[in-house]
């Protein structure tokens, strides 16, 4: 009987030991290092006169070809994908991602929102409202 409960407790610590190194530690585990996206233009909450063009500075990790760019305007949405865009990296690393509408708003407000990734899997989306008068 003796022997029967060494080896359950023998088998009992091994399965907890293992199931602690299946999970692993938190330096082995995968990081996320999403992409940032600042330096909006135009200029969140700031009114402008006519809204045709945009620009976005992203960070240094950003996959370029993972750039899709949606704008709202009222009822009208609008997507632009990389192959739409001008995408221009900067000394620093960054990307310097701009467009173009086919013709410029004039009244109301409008949204800009950015998606992309960095690795498959680690994605970020950010945006701003423009107000326009």
């Known amino acids: 009987m003796k022997l029967f409960l060494k080896l359950g407790s023998i088998l009992l610590c091994s399965l907890v030991a293992n199931t602690a190194f299946a999970y692993g530690s938190t330096s082995s585990s995968a990081h996320c290092d999403r992409p940032l996206f600042t330096a909006f233009q135009p200029a969140p909450n700031k009114y402008t006169q006519s809204f045709n063009e945009f620009s976005i500075i992203a960070s240094a990790n950003t996959t370029p070809s993972s750039v899709v760019v949606h704008v ?4 009208n949405k609008f997507e632009f994908t990389a192959k739409d865009l001008t995408i221009v990296p900067l000394k620093n690393g960054h990307l ?4 173009k509408m086919n013709r410029p708003v004039e009244n109301g407000f409008a949204r800009i929102s950015v998606t992309a990734h960095s690795k498959p899997g680690c994605e970020r989306t950010d945006g701003v409202l423009i107000r326009i008068y």
């Open 96 to 99: 310097e991602i701009k467009g």
């Open 72 to 75: 709202s305007v009222g009822e």
